[in-house]
């Protein structure tokens, strides 16, 4: 039933897209493309049991460009009566008639478009009540307090649910969309020991409810990662090994993302500028796009500009194989698009049969790092230096909690020397990687 309903849901929203299309056409566009989203959920939060917020929301917008020639024209609404529309399509004609002619501009080639997406199996909408979402929540909370008794605070256990569907089209005669859901949950946490407080989260994400942790598993994980932390200690400044734990690890192959996206590359704003097929990561090291598995979070079958996605092995044995376009980057770099206009599809670090404690064996002594700060990293010049936090180890063990350091290196180095990549594989998100450790960086302590 639900299966059924979404489908003409998508059907009602692809005529509204194309009467949008027909009506730039009517007004002398030359190309055009629309999108438009539906979205609706429910978020609870939760306090020491008690209902801080529950929203449920019912969103949607339309986003349109028109051209006329190389003159572009873009407007936006959250009105989809067909009144709001047929102006908004009319404000972008408005807007495009007086912007200057630019070359590059226009909707993707015909060539680069997705004309018949693949089923991802994205969409699991589940109907939980806000009595349920409110249970669950003060199931986590409570497994927290009852996990350690240097618990002492909360705040709060948020749930989220929501579905929505997403269609594209074009003047090309693109239109295409899919459904899709998203679940989470989260609980946040405060400890004590003696005059030291310390906060932490654990969290769980998925397109299936089912594939959620138990609450409860979130509640103790969010205890234990903040007693961990309690009375940390300064070392100090040093060169020395640091290991980035799988959910931090995340955070510097986004910046690889930001260097090596066509914005950046035709703006001459990179460290890897004119580095395709140059060694940029250490050797041994491949990195994978897999755009269409099933259910994971950040899959697509085509971008945002309607440009198919597909597998890509963007580092082979270190050596980086291509920039990350748009259409519009594309032209000006005199490429095809590669489908990354909105973002990356699904990376997966490859990886090694380590666990995050076998890799503390390998490093011996160093920097495990849990928490990053601040954002101290210029994708220009590759300089990175960003606030830390996280545990000291010695002798291949964990000793005791470190915090107000400052880790610091160039991205350059820090890619050359990744020594090894675990198998505690966080999926949680767009990038796809165990911890990382990299062989040495500048440590600023006392």
């Known amino acids: 039933m639900q299966q059924t309903a979404i489908q003409q849901e998508i059907a009602e929203v692809k005529e509204a897209v194309s009467q949008v299309l027909a009506h730039a056409k009517k007004l002398g566009a030359s190309s055009a493309e629309a999108s438009m989203s539906r979205t609706r959920g429910l978020s609870v939060e939760t306090r020491h049991g008690e209902v801080e917020t ?130 989470s949950f989260s609980c946040v946490v405060i400890g004590e020991a003696g005059d030291d407080m310390q906060r932490d989260y654990s969290y769980t994400v998925a397109r299936r409810y089912a594939d959620l942790l138990d609450p409860r598993q979130v509640g103790r994980e969010a205890a234990r990662e903040t007693v961990a932390r309690l009375q940390p200690r300064k070392v100090p400044t040093q060169k020395v090994p640091v290991l980035f734990r799988a959910d931090i690890a995340s955070s510097l192959f986004g910046h690889l993302v930001s260097a090596i996206s066509g914005g950046s590359i035709y703006r001459k704003s990179s460290f890897l500028l004119d580095k395709v097929g140059q060694q940029i990561m250490a050797p041994g090291l491949t990195i994978l796009e897999k755009p269409h598995l099933n259910q994971a979070l950040a899959s697509s079958p085509f971008d945002s500009e309607g440009v198919k996605t597909r597998d890509l092995a963007v580092i082979e044995q270190g050596v980086l194989t291509t920039y990350l376009t748009t259409s519009y980057s594309a032209r000006k770099l005199g490429m095809a698009s590669t489908g990354h206009a909105g973002g990356i599809h699904n990376w997966l670090v490859q990886h090694g049969n380590e666990d995050l404690l076998a890799l503390c064996r390998q490093m011996g002594k160093g920097l495990l790092v849990t928490e990053l700060m601040g954002q101290g990293v210029n994708t220009v010049t590759g300089d990175y230096s960003r606030g830390a936090s996280g545990f000291w180890v010695e002798h291949g063990e964990i000793q005791f909690p470190v915090a107000e350091v400052t880790i610091a290196g160039n991205l350059k180095d820090i890619f050359m020397n990744i020594v090894a990549v675990g198998n505690d594989v966080d999926r949680r998100g767009g990038v796809h990687t165990g911890s990382v450790l990299v062989s040495q960086m500048q440590l600023a302590g006392d």
């Open 54 to 183: 529950v929203e449920f929301n019912q969103d949607g917008g339309l986003g349109i460009s028109l051209y006329f020639g190389q003159r572009k024209g873009s407007a936006s609404t959250a009105d989809l009566s067909p009144q709001a529309l047929k102006r908004t399509v009319e404000a972008a004609a408005d807007i495009a008639r007086y912007t200057s002619e630019d070359p590059h501009a226009g909707v993707a080639e015909a060539s680069w478009l997705e004309f018949n997406p693949p089923e991802l199996d994205l969409y699991y909408p589940d109907s939980i009540s806000t009595e349920q979402a409110i249970v669950l929540c003060a199931a986590a909370e409570e497994a927290a307090f009852a996990e350690d008794s240097r618990i002492t605070n909360s705040e709060g256990a948020s749930f989220s649910t929501h579905q929505g569907l997403k269609v594209y089209g074009n003047s090309h005669g693109q239109l295409v969309g899919y459904p899709s859901s998203r679940h």
